[in-house]
């Protein structure tokens, strides 16, 4: 094909322009900008908090919830999310005296003990120790006839179970789960997640279709799936160890 000088090599471009992106420094400078009329401004420490984070800006982050945990020290969801992303800064001492801190003032909160367990996933003796404490927990919640609290419970220990390699005994207490309340998408979801691993595809697309049909299409769950990012971080890195053992 001859060259034609009459069309352009490449195609000319348009009179659209895309409107700029904003950046995380430019949500942070507007954010900023607001706080400093009102310091104690909670949901816009909020925001900049949330922004911090997704620009993995942690050590700020931090920061900021310590600057929520003064504004407001009674609400234990600052405290918890702090010790959380120390956890995921890989400072589990620091995190684990953050959750024990809130299971002194409020000692069956389930979210502290989900953050006991995840500082403890490196170490098999430190990990049995918080699961009789999780047991010991479930019971007293019991006792007081709180059910809510007691399935929580049931899926920390059979993620505990998943982690120390016990899969069947986990599968066993989803399947428990499921019997007991069969509207509840997390056990759907996480026996999903073991099938995966297990290379059982079929069964694990029959239980994550359950899950997609259940979960509400906002929830934080939903994009945990969607992203993988809750196997990965829940079970994906013990199954990779235990594969590379089994090769060797």
């Known amino acids: 094909m001859r060259f034609n ?24 400078r507007q954010i900023e900008e607001k706080l400093s009329r009102d310091p104690n401004d909670v949901e ?3 925001s900049l908090m949330e922004v911090k984070i997704k620009a993995h800006k942690l050590t700020e982050a ?19 999310l702090k010790a ?30 989900h953050g006991l367990v995840m500082s403890a996933s490196q170490s098999e003796e430190k990990l049995e120790l918080v699961l009789k404490r999780v047991e010991k927990a479930m019971e ?3 006792k007081q006839g709180n059910t809510s609290d007691v399935r929580d419970f049931k899926l920390l220990i059979a993620q505990i179970r998943v982690m120390e390699a016990e899969y069947k005994d986990a599968l066993e207490l989803y399947q428990e ?24 595809k079929n069964e694990a697309e029959k239980h994550f ?40």
């Open 5 to 28: 000088p009459t069309k352009p090599a490449f195609a000319a471009p348009t009179s659209t322009v895309e409107p700029a992106k904003v950046t995380y420094e430019d949500e942070e």
């Open 44 to 46: 816009a420490l909020r």
């Open 62 to 80: 931090v920061q900021v919830l310590d600057r929520l945990i003064e504004v407001e020290p009674e609400d234990f969801e600052w405290q918890l």
């Open 84 to 113: 959380n992303v120390h956890t995921y800064m890989g400072e589990n001492d620091l995190a684990a005296s953050e959750f024990e801190d809130i299971l002194a003032k409020d000692p069956l909160r389930v979210e502290a003990y």
């Open 140 to 142: 007293a919640c019991k």
């Open 177 to 200: 789960l499921v019997k007991e309340e069969p509207r509840d998408f997390r056990p759907y979801l996480c026996q999903g997640i073991i099938y995966t691993l297990l290379r059982k």
């Open 209 to 248: 279709a359950t899950f997609r049909k259940l979960v509400p299409q906002n929830h934080p769950y939903k994009e945990y799936f969607d992203d993988n990012m809750f196997a990965t971080k829940l079970f994906g890195a013990k199954v990779e160890r235990e594969a590379a053992g089994s090769n060797v």
